[in-house]
C-alpha cells in the first residue's frame, strides 16, 4: 500500500473521533475548540501510522508466520511496551498543548492518559496485528493463486504446441498421399499441388507459435488447401465460402479449419459419387462466432477409423485444441442430415482481442473453481 493512501486513512479516523468528541463536548454544555481537539487526535493516530508502518516493514513476515507460542511469548509484550511507548511519547508531543491539569509533571500526565488509555491503545494494536495477519494472508492466497494460474497457462501452452505437433504431420501425410498418387498420371497437376502445398508450409511458419489468429487468415490457409483438393478432384467439387464481413477479423485458433476440411474431403467428398459440394460459412450469431463447414457424402461413419465420432486424430484435435482455448465457452457439433449432408459446427467467443480470450479463460477458471468449491 502507498504510505499516503495508508497515513490517509488514519487521518480519516482522526476526524471521526474528533468529531465525536466535539459533539459529545457540544450536547454536554462545554466547548471545546474544534482545531485544538482535532490536531491532539491527528498527532495520536499519526503516532499510530507511523508505528504501524515500521511494524509491517520490519516485522510483517514474522507477524504473518508467528505461531500461538511465539504470539504469547513475543507479541503480547511487544503489544504493551508499543502501547505504553505511544503514549508516552503523545504527551511530549502534546506538552505544548497543557492537555490535563495545567501544574502536572510529564510522568504524572504520562500515568494519567496510560490509565485512561492503555486499553485502547492494545484494543488499536491488536486490531493492526489482525489486520496484517488477514492482509498476508490476503497476499498470499494471491500469489498462490496467480502460480497456479501460470503454470495452468504454461500447461495449457505445452499441450496446444503438442497437439499442433499432431496435427501437422499428419495434413503433411495426407497432403503428400495426394500428391504422390498423381506423380505416374498428371505430372504437371502434382507440381502444382507441391507449389500450393509450400505456400502453405511458408504461412505455417510464418506464423510461428501464433495460438490465434484472424479469421480472414484462416480462411486464406483453408482456401489454399482446398486448391490442392481441386486438383485432386477435378470437376467433382463445387465449392464456396460465405464469411460475413463483420467477422472476418475475430480470432479463432490456428489450423483449427483445416482438419474439419481434412475429413469433409476424406469422408465425405471422396466417397460420394458424382459431384459434391463443401463449403465454409461464418457469421455473427447472438453474439458468438459460429462457422459450419458442410459437405454432401454418406453422413456420418460408424466406425471411429474415421475421425468423424471423436476418435481419428482430426476431429478429436480440434475438440482438445478447442477445450484447451476456451473451456466451457465453446460447442462443436457434427449434424447429419438424411441426404447425406454432414455439417461441423463451431460456436465459439467473438473476439477480436487476445486479451477478451484471454478474459473469457479467466472467468471459465474462476467459474469452474467456484463450482468446485
Known amino acids: 500500500m502507498h504510505p499516503v493512501v495508508f497515513l490517509s486513512g488514519w487521518l480519516v479516523l482522526a476526524t471521526f473521533f474528533a468529531l465525536q468528541e466535539w459533539a459529545t463536548s457540544r450536547a454536554w454544555n462545554y466547548h471545546l475548540e474544534f482545531g485544538r481537539i482535532y490536531l491532539l487526535w491527528v498527532i495520536q493516530?499519526?503516532?499510530?501510522?507511523?508505528?504501524?508502518?515500521?511494524?509491517?516493514?520490519?516485522?510483517?513476515?514474522?507477524?504473518?508466520?508467528?505461531?500461538?507460542?511465539?504470539?504469547l511469548l513475543y507479541?503480547?509484550?511487544?503489544?504493551?511496551a508499543v502501547s505504553v511507548l505511544e503514549e508516552v511519547v503523545w504527551v511530549g508531543c502534546t506538552w505544548h498543548f497543557r492537555v490535563g491539569h495545567p501544574s502536572w509533571s510529564f510522568r504524572h500526565r504520562v500515568v494519567f492518559f496510560l490509565?485512561?488509555?492503555?486499553?485502547?491503545?492494545l484494543v488499536i494494536f491488536w486490531v493492526v496485528f489482525l489486520l496484517f495477519r488477514g492482509v498476508g494472508y490476503y497476499q498470499k492466497l494471491r500469489q498462490k493463486e496467480f502460480k497456479e494460474m501460470r503454470?495452468?497457462?504454461?500447461?495449457?501452452?505445452?499441450?496446444?504446441?503438442?497437439?499442433?505437433?499432431?496435427?501437422?504431420?499428419?495434413?503433411?501425410?495426407n497432403t503428400m498421399n495426394s500428391i504422390s498418387s498423381l506423380m505416374h498420371s498428371?505430372?504437371?497437376?502434382?507440381?502444382?499441388?507441391?507449389?500450393?502445398?509450400?505456400?502453405?508450409?511458408?504461412m505455417t511458419l510464418d506464423r510461428g507459435d501464433a495460438r490465434l489468429i484472424p479469421l480472414k487468415d484462416e480462411i486464406e490457409f483453408v482456401q489454399m488447401y482446398m486448391l490442392i483438393q481441386q486438383m485432386?478432384?477435378?470437376?467433382?467439387?463445387?465449392?464456396?465460402?460465405?464469411?460475413?464481413?463483420?467477422?472476418?477479423?475475430?480470432?479463432v485458433p490456428t489450423m483449427i479449419?483445416?482438419?474439419?476440411?481434412?475429413?469433409?474431403?476424406?469422408h465425405g467428398v471422396a466417397l460420394t459419387r458424382g459431384e459434391a459440394f463443401l463449403g465454409i460459412e461464418a457469421q455473427n450469431q447472438g453474439g458468438q462466432l459460429r462457422?459450419?463447414?458442410?459437405?454432401?457424402?454418406?453422413?456420418?461413419?460408424?466406425?471411429?477409423?474415421?475421425?468423424?465420432d471423436g476418435h481419428g486424430v482430426g476431429i478429436a484435435n480440434v475438440k482438445a485444441r478447442l477445450e484447451l482455448h476456451y473451456g466451457n465457452d465453446q460447442r462443436f457439433t457434427l449434424k447429419e442430415f438424411p441426404d447425406g449432408e454432414v455439417q461441423a459446427i463451431l460456436l465459439l467467443p467473438l473476439g477480436f482481442s487476445p486479451r477478451l480470450i484471454a478474459n473469457a479463460q479467466v472467468d471459465s477458471y474462476e467459474n469452474e473453481n467456484s463450482h468446485s468449491r
Not at 192 to 200: G, I, P, T
Not at 257 to 266: D, F, G, K, R, T
Not at 295 to 307: H, M
Request: proline residues 4%.
Open 232 to 251: 485432386r478432384f477435378t470437376g467433382k467439387v463445387h465449392s464456396y465460402v460465405a464469411i460475413d464481413p463483420e467477422v472476418l477479423d475475430a480470432l
Open 45 to 71: 493516530f499519526l503516532l499510530w501510522g507511523g508505528i504501524c508502518w515500521i511494524m509491517w516493514w520490519k516485522l510483517g513476515e514474522w507477524i504473518q508466520r508467528a505461531t500461538l507460542r511465539s504470539v
Open 75 to 80: 507479541i503480547v509484550p511487544l503489544s504493551l
Open 115 to 121: 490509565d485512561s488509555e492503555l486499553v485502547d491503545n
Open 186 to 202: 498428371d505430372v504437371e497437376m502434382a507440381d502444382r499441388m507441391l507449389e500450393q502445398m509450400c505456400s502453405m508450409l511458408r
Open 291 to 308: 462457422i459450419c463447414v458442410r459437405n454432401s457424402g454418406r453422413g456420418l461413419p460408424t466406425n471411429g477409423s474415421s475421425g468423424h
Open 151 to 173: 503454470l495452468e497457462s504454461e500447461l495449457t501452452n505445452a499441450q496446444l504446441r503438442a497437439l499442433r505437433m499432431q496435427l501437422n504431420p499428419h495434413f503433411l501425410f
Open 257 to 266: 479449419l483445416q482438419p474439419l476440411m481434412e475429413n469433409a474431403y476424406v
